[in-house]
């Protein structure tokens, strides 16, 4: 099983769309989670933290599901500028390598006008 | 703002040279890192360094080395460049802070070719 595993996309959606992303990670230890957006040719950054309980930032909400070892991400309301491909990150480290993220392949997301 | 500054967006070098790329960053970061970056693979960890003159290997370390002198500064050395080091090259800076404010930081990032 791949570490950090995701839906491979690609995405495309028309804007005003839903779109869930999906990702499941292999060390049921892992400690923290997280989303982060890359758009084409720049680096990755942190879209948002994954709480325990879920969380809502505006049009964005994270689930964690650690029974399940599954993580998600719904965009409602999809406009242009959400076009990006979405990373998954696992903090799974312990010990010496606490501070190491493994991060997921990323699923492309393009919203269509 | 954390700033993560990477030396160089686009370098090009022979097979055989000796390649140093540069970060810098400027929020007094314990932690730094190096990945690159692939079609198809994804970000993939180099090596990293969780305080100065330390470091530790990240899943594909063979062909490059790092040095960190100085806290801000976390170099990454390509002895004898070779055709399958083109790829992607990006620097990140996190606080030596644990769960979900173990938040790395990216640099621009440098795009290597080795002809």
């Known amino acids: 099983r791949k570490e950090v595993e995701q839906d491979p996309g690609p995405f495309n959606v028309p804007e005003g769309a839903t779109v869930a992303f999906n990702c499941t990670y292999s060390n049921s230890a892992s400690q923290s989670f997280f989303w982060y957006r890359q758009d084409c040719r720049k680096e990755p950054k942190l879209l948002m933290s994954v709480y325990s309980s879920g969380n809502e930032d505006g049009r964005f909400t994270a689930q964690l599901n650690r029974a399940s070892q599954y993580i998600s991400l719904l965009i409602r309301d999809s406009k242009l500028s959400d076009s990006a491909t979405y990373l998954c990150v696992v903090n799974m480290g312990s010990g010496g390598s606490n501070y190491k993220l493994t991060f997921g392949k990323g699923t492309l997301l393009t919203v269509n006008p | 703002d954390v700033k993560v500054t990477q030396s160089s967006r686009y370098l090009v070098k022979r097979t055989g040279e000796k390649v140093f790329l540069e970060c810098v960053q400027d929020?007094?970061?314990?932690?730094m890192f190096w990945y690159r970056q692939d079609p198809g693979l994804g970000l993939r960890l180099i090596y990293f360094s969780y305080d100065v003159k330390m470091k530790e290997k990240g899943d594909i370390p063979e062909g490059y080395s790092v040095s960190r002198e100085k806290k801000e500064r976390f170099s990454l050395i390509l002895e004898s460049a070779s055709t399958n080091q083109t790829s992607m090259y990006l620097c990140a800076s996190s606080p030596g802070l644990a769960g979900l404010k173990n938040i790395q930081y990216f640099g621009a990032g440098t795009r290597l070719s080795v002809l």
């Open positions: 929020m007094d970061h314990e932690n």
